[in-house]
């Protein structure tokens, strides 16, 4: 069972950055798609980016973040990771990273593995 592991949540100020890790044990992640999820309070889990097995050439970006967020993979060291720049407020969230092994990316349902998240908190 892979279990998938985020980290480098915090608290930060309107305009900083901040750059999320997701690791996995046993099990190589650049056989997956993955993708990173962040869910606000009393909002539902929303779509945030995410990259294509293997090369990690393909990426994609909800609108939100486009231009200010850069999803990556690391393939030797087995992690994939989120820069998030110009952070806003609204980004304030609990942050997931997922593992997909087929289907479109943006939904949920396709990804079979999850991270137990990290917080981001934004302040104003």
């Known amino acids: 069972q892979m279990q998938l592991v985020e980290s480098g949540g915090g608290l930060v100020q309107a305009g900083g950055s901040l750059r999320l890790s997701c690791a996995a044990s046993?099990?190589?992640?650049?056989?997956?798609?993955i993708g990173w999820f962040r869910q606000a309070p009393e909002k539902d889990r929303e779509y945030v980016a995410a990259?294509?097995?293997?090369?990690?050439?393909?990426?994609e970006y909800a609108e939100s973040v486009k231009g200010r967020f850069t999803i990556s993979r690391d393939n030797v060291k087995n992690m994939v990771y989120l820069q998030m720049d110009s952070l806003k407020p609204e980004d304030t969230a609990v942050y997931y990273c997922?593992?997909?092994?087929?289907?479109?990316?943006?939904?949920?349902?396709?990804?079979?593995?999850w991270g137990q998240g990290t917080q981001v908190t934004v302040s104003s």
């Open positions: 997922a593992a997909s092994i087929g289907g479109t990316w943006r939904l949920d349902k396709n990804y079979s593995f």
């Open positions: 990259i294509n097995a293997m090369s990690g050439g393909l990426r």
């Open positions: 046993e099990v190589t992640l650049n056989t997956y798609t």
